[in-house]
């Protein structure tokens, strides 16, 4: 895929840019390690104040940070807003709890003392998606920074400005030049870059495709990888859940960013006693949606963020209702130009089908009815992914059901999954391997040195 900046709206291709030649990666690697020598040695003060300076030009400059994502990948620009407000305040997070979670942990030994120190790793390539430009980029490196590593970063080649505009904000807030650097260059040119001594490790978000191919390389080279990868989060209801806020929930939870989200529910499992109800309150508030220009503020969808993924979203969606699946909205390929799709609800879901074994990364909600949380669960569990999974039940057996049964790195009761700075994310199975965010976040790039003393 080339580098460029092609409007999903309108199908315009607004910016081109090279890919880094062989000598300008190496001169970037060169700084970076060379930065890192001095940049270690920086105090949690230092840093800390690095990370609020960068939160206050997110804040300052948060509209013309929006406006490249919605231009780039057409999420709808309120959406944008939200996604750098978030990334302020992840920075804000860590700036002001880092140092604590990095302090020496004392511990019992036969010696005269015994501790833990977290020390940086070194340079950490981050490779990320295009979904969220900002966010996914931001909660690698605020405690990546933080902890006193170095990051260079191979964004997704259709977000080059949102990437380039990432590095200049840690720039501009004061990080040593090397400190964080954005790589335009190839997947393949990532994958080999994997292999060079200088850089330590290794995070991703994306694809179960390109999370093993990068695995594979750190592997070789006995590098430390974080994966965070794809996921078809079940949306369970039982009968004792309050359906109206749980259908309201339900549909942010599949539409949010055009629904091209790892976290969007997308699984929609009913208790058979409220599905009816759920079902139709679901298809009204999907046909009352406002589809068009991601800059209008009354607008609710986007287009996807490529021709490519709207025409194998439709392909998934015509499969399935092939095999037997029912269309009960959408379906239907729009209009015009851009990459638009309308929200669409499929039920009556074949074994087999797509529906029942892929994930559809758009805005198409995939509805399963059960008889009880057994079913539920074991529904749930029938795919090779668990990133999140959302239970809506008022009664606490079942609670405990979920929480304790459903394979999933987050289990979310009455509510929507969602990533939170505080809280530790991250998968099981399929979906990867690793926790970003909360203290377990600050401690996936950091050696953890026990320090003995008599």
């Known amino acids: 895929m080339a580098i460029a900046t ?12 090279a890919a880094l030649t062989d000598d300008q990666i190496e001169q970037c690697l060169a700084q970076s390690q060379a930065t890192f020598l001095d940049y270690r040695r920086t105090t949690f003060a230092q840093r800390s104040q690095w990370l609020h300076r960068a939160a206050d030009l997110l804040d300052q400059h948060c509209g013309d940070y929006a406006r490249l994502m919605t231009l780039e990948m057409g999420k709808t620009y309120k959406s944008a807003i939200a996604e750098v407000q978030k990334c302020a305040l992840v920075c804000r997070y860590y700036a002001d709890h880092g140092p604590a979670f990095l302090q020496d942990q004392p511990g019992e030994s036969d010696g005269t003392a015994a501790y833990v120190r977290y020390q940086p790793l070194g340079v950490v390539l981050a490779v990320m998606p295009w979904n969220f430009p900002f966010w996914q980029v931001f909660r690698f490196a605020a405690p990546a920074l933080m902890a006193g590593n170095v990051g260079v970063l191979k964004h997704a080649s259709n977000v080059p400005q949102s990437a380039l505009a990432i ?9 040593p030049p090397g400190a964080f650097q954005t790589l335009l260059i ?14 330590q490790a290794v995070t991703l978000t994306g694809s179960e495709l390109a999370g093993s191919r990068v695995a594979a390389a750190a592997g070789r080279e006995i590098k430390k990888t974080l994966l965070e990868l794809g996921g078809s989060d079940p949306f369970i209801v039982m009968d004792s859940a309050d359906v109206d806020r749980a259908v309201t929930t339900a549909a942010t939870a ?8 790892c976290i969007a529910a997308k699984r929609f499992i009913l208790h058979e006693a409220i599905a009816p109800q759920f079902e139709a309150q679901m298809v ?3 046909r009352n949606l406002k589809i ?4 209008d503020e009354q607008t609710d969808i986007g287009p996807l963020a490529t021709a490519a993924i709207r025409e194998e979203l439709h392909e998934q969606v015509q499969q399935t209702l092939a095999l037997g699946g029912k269309l009960l ?3 239907e390929l729009l209009p015009g130009v851009g990459n638009f799709y309308p929200p669409t609800i499929l039920s009556n879901i074949p074994p087999g089908s797509p529906g029942a074994t892929e994930e559809f990364f758009g805005p198409v909600a995939l509805v399963f009815r059960v008889q009880n949380w057994e079913e539920a669960i074991a529904l749930a569990n029938a795919t090779p992914l668990g990133l999140g999974a959302s239970a809506w039940t008022n009664n606490p057996t079942e609670q405990d059901r979920f929480i304790n049964d459903l394979e999933a790195g987050a289990v979310f009761i009455n509510g929507m999954v969602k990533s939170d700075p505080r809280l530790p994310f991250g998968g099981i199975k399929r979906s990867g391997y690793g926790r970003e965010l909360g203290k377990e976040g600050i401690h996936e790039f950091v050696n953890l040195k026990t320090v003995w003393i008599h």
């Open 186 to 199: 190839t997947a393949s040119q990532a994958e080999a870059l994997i292999a060079d001594e200088r850089i």
């Open 292 to 295: 068009g220009d991601p800059f």
């Open 284 to 286: 009204e508030i999907f």
């Open 6 to 17: 092609i409007n999903p709206a309108t199908g315009e291709t607004l910016k081109t840019f």
């Open 167 to 175: 590095a200049d904000i840690f720039a501009e807030a004061g990080f």
């Open 329 to 331: 909205t959408g379906g």
């Open 254 to 261: 599949r539409l949010m960013n055009n629904g091209q989200s």
